[in-house]
């Protein structure tokens, strides 16, 4: 008599065991969910931007660098000293910061890490692991334009 | 006068039984010996933390967390409100010191190897409020907005995303978006007023509670049972605490007055980072190794190299309790002690370098 219920017992309770166990994960998972997606921020709709005037070309003086604003992103415009034109996005390949020009070494330069640039955007120098990409530049008359190189 | 006081203090006894309380801390008793000088430490960083409070709770009725009024409203702080300028400077001071303290703490209770069984969590409690303290600089440096800040953000936000795998999200969360923005701003002042030092005074509760309840540790080979060796914790060594309290402050009054945190310039996302960027000194020797790490190490990126050995490191210090098993049983465990003299000379010849090179 004692030994009877034994089998019926056992099963009945760890079906209970997994119901309770899944409904408390379900309920875990449902609190958890909304807080995770809540914390990750929307991805807010840019406007494509596919060229930027960067000014006229009498108003760049040589050997010099300049920050254009390319849609929320910062692109540098560097007329060297041979008088080229080129543009590169500005941000850093290493963690981010914004290059600048350096006249002295006539090439692009990190200040954050010390990372170098050569005027075709290749990284020379310090710390930064890729080259720059370059953005395609076009003079229409006196006016120079900065578009995306697809 | 004596009367009415010990009135009062019978009226709260009857009601909240003050009675044990003073018995839980008059239990405690702190060992004299050669290293005595670093107990106080906690004791300094507790007293900086409630600075941090204070003078914190005070930006905040006039600091404005956004993009276009955060510089502003600091410039507003330090330029029109009455004594602006002192609270501001002491809140940043306090910061600086209140990470050296901590630092300092956490090196001598290393060494002491006070984290031995039963300390291990108050050992790990410590590291984790050392680890937000961490925090609270990186989020606070954030909110005036300058130059220097926002590319210190983009930098520090950058290399969290570069952990395989999980960085990107991280990254995502971190600067609520791709790029850092206003949105970042706000986020970070979020964590700096309200997720840290939410977290923070849990975790000093269970901390200083741990603390009383353990007592102090005590070094190999010390004899509790010698009266002259021991100072009760109350209120004998309360009132020298007390007494460094009041230095620490004055040393934090003369530098906040005589060298006021600077305001910079105000942040711009189409301007060059800046030349003779560094970030703030307890982060300069990470900043610096990042440097001299090459672009590729075989052929694995710089970076990920250094912040997984960074990670690897940070990881071995918080569990040192668990893996120093020789400690715990009463033995000498020289391995301890070398790898901590290592960190300790690695810090400070590599925030040397970052400093002057
Ligand atoms: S961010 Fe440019 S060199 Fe590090």
């Keep these: ?150 | 006068m004596k009367q009415k006081l010990s009135k009062l203090y019978s009226w709260i006894d009857e009601r909240v039984e003050l009675q044990d309380l003073v018995q839980f801390m008059g239990k405690k008793y702190v060992p004299i010996h050669s290293h005595s000088v670093w107990y106080y430490f906690g004791g300094v960083s507790l007293f900086l933390f409630i600075i941090q409070v204070i003078t914190g709770i005070m930006l905040l009725l006039y600091y404005k967390g956004s993009e276009e009024l955060a510089f502003e409203s600091i410039q507003f702080i330090i330029s029109k409100v009455q004594f602006g300028w002192l609270i501001r400077s002491i809140h940043s001071w306090a910061a600086n010191l209140f990470v050296l303290a901590a630092m300092i703490h956490m090196f001598s209770v290393y060494f002491e190897k006070a984290y031995k069984k039963p300390r291990e969590i108050t050992w790990l409690t410590g590291m984790l409020m050392f680890f937000m303290a961490l925090g609270f600089g990186f989020s606070g440096y954030l909110l005036p907005w300058n130059e220097l800040a926002f590319f210190a953000t983009k930098v520090g936000t950058d290399i969290a995303g570069v952990v395989p795998v999980i960085g990107e999200p991280i990254l995502m969360f971190l600067r609520a978006g791709e790029d850092v923005t206003g949105a970042t701003l706000s986020r970070f002042f979020g964590f700096h007023v309200a997720v840290f030092p939410g977290i923070f005074t849990v975790l000093l509760g269970i901390h200083l509670v741990l603390v009383q309840r353990q007592g102090m540790s005590e070094p190999e080979g010390f004899d509790p049972n010698v009266k002259e060796k021991t100072m009760p914790f109350f209120p004998n060594f309360l009132l020298r605490d007390l007494l460094l309290w009041l230095i620490v402050l004055n040393i934090l009054a003369i530098l906040a007055v005589f060298f006021p945190w600077e305001l910079g310039k105000k942040a711009d996302a189409f301007a060059p980072a800046p030349a003779g960027i560094k970030p703030e000194w307890y982060f300069m020797f990470m900043f610096q190794t990042l440097k001299f790490i090459p672009a590729k190490v075989l052929f694995i990126d710089g970076e990920i190299l250094g912040i997984l050995a960074f990670g690897f490191a940070g990881a071995l210090w918080m569990f040192v309790p668990f893996w120093d098993r020789k400690s715990a049983q009463g033995e000498k465990n020289k391995l301890v002690n070398y790898l901590g003299i290592f960190a300790v000379i690695y810090i400070i010849i590599l925030t040397t370098l970052g400093w002057f090179l």
């Design chain 1, 1 to 150: 008599m004692q030994e009877q219920p034994q089998p019926t017992e056992q099963p009945r309770r760890s079906f209970l065991k997994y119901v309770l166990t899944g409904g408390l994960v379900a309920w875990a998972g449902s609190v958890l969910y909304p807080i995770l997606a809540y914390l990750k921020p929307p991805i807010q709709p840019e406007v494509e931007v596919s060229s930027v005037k960067a000014g006229k070309l009498a108003d760049i003086p040589k050997e010099s660098g300049t920050i254009i604003k390319f849609g929320s992103k910062p692109v540098i415009l560097v007329r060297s000293a041979k008088d080229e034109l080129r543009a590169f996005d500005a941000t850093c390949t290493h963690l981010d910061c914004t290059v600048q020009y350096n006249k002295d070494k006539g090439m692009l330069w990190c200040a954050c890490h010390n990372g170098t640039y050569d005027l075709t955007g290749r990284n020379v120098g310090g710390p930064p692991p890729r080259p720059l990409e370059e953005y395609r530049v076009i003079t229409q008359g006196e006016e120079v334009l900065i578009s995306k190189k697809s």
